[in-house]
């Protein structure tokens, strides 16, 4: 499934507040869909490195202001419409799945907000559970990790929140495991990560990849000693989306919906192909 990322903010390291008003995030959700997006993920926080998330970030009430108008739109226009709410608030998270939003993407696993598992579970709705290394502010003083330190960390602390999820009564029929690409690891990180996702599996749970625009495709595009900037990493992008495909990502988090869709497709056929009896 491709999720289509729509930033309600002012300070976006991808779009820098392109789609900040209602309007013109209504507008870009639309064209998304008409693109081939399969679930619109809203977010009225940035996460960015460096940002104050999950300690003194937007108030619960400024965020309800930027995302609830676009989703109770999107919902009046597009009733069959799947929206995913990105926050880790469950103020938040409660208010978006009463106005249509029927998924809750939270960065923090659920453990930012002592109330946010018990209200996904009462909600029924449908929870990512992303993993991140620290917050944002911490990233850059974060220890270096050895693949398969990494590995082990991700997939313990995943499993680990996964099962306080259950504990609270979310069915694990509605969790969605995400390994944060970019989330508190470093650029060179995150290759090892892709490279081995596909032992991520053995978690039982469908895995997200939201590995778009990230800068650790930047700097490996690096020319003249600077990363590469937002605007020029679409190529780069579709290499992670198609590397995460062939291993198993059952769910893409991507700006670039068109595109992502297309190498989607032919990612999907090699792997149709290889488990074909006729393939050769």
Same mark, same amino acid.
């Given at each position: ?6 930033? &309600? ?37 940035? +996460? ?9 970030? &937007? ?86 990790? %050895? ?8 997939? %313990? ?60 495709? %930047? ?17 780069? +992008? ?43």
């Amino acid at each position: 499934m491709i999720m289509g990322v729509l930033n &309600v903010t002012p300070d976006s390291f991808s779009d820098a507040g392109r789609h900040f008003s209602p309007a013109a995030a209504v507008s870009h959700a639309l064209a998304m869909l008409k693109q081939g997006a399969d679930i619109i993920d809203i977010g009225g926080e940035s +996460t960015r490195p460096g940002s104050k998330t999950g300690t003194a970030g &937007v108030a619960v009430k400024e965020e309800l202001r930027r995302v609830l108008p676009v989703i109770e739109e999107l919902r009046r226009r597009k009733p069959d419409i799947l929206i995913s709410i990105d926050t880790y608030k469950s103020e938040v998270a409660r208010s978006a799945v009463l106005a249509g939003a029927e998924i809750v993407n939270d960065v923090s696993a659920g453990r930012w907000d002592p109330a946010m598992l018990s209200t996904v579970a009462e909600l029924r709705c449908g929870v990512v559970l992303m993993h991140m290394r620290g917050r944002p502010k911490d990233w850059r003083r974060l220890p270096r990790l %050895g693949a398969d330190e990494l590995l082990k960390l991700v997939a %313990g602390e995943l499993a680990a929140w996964a099962e306080a999820a259950i504990r609270h009564k979310v069915k694990r029929e509605n969790i969605v495991l995400d390994p944060g690409f970019g989330f508190g690891k470093n650029f060179e990180e995150n290759y090892p990560l892709l490279a081995r996702f596909h032992e991520l599996h053995r978690l039982g749970f469908p895995l997200l990849a939201g590995t778009s625009r990230k800068s650790f495709i %930047g700097r490996l595009l690096a020319r003249d000693g600077k990363d590469a900037p937002v605007e020029k990493r679409s190529n780069g +992008t579709l290499a992670t989306v198609v590397a995460s495909i062939l291993q198993g990502a059952h769910i893409v988090r991507i700006h670039d919906v068109k595109p992502a869709l297309e190498a989607a497709r032919v990612a999907d056929a090699v792997l149709a192909a290889a488990t074909s009896k006729n393939f050769f």
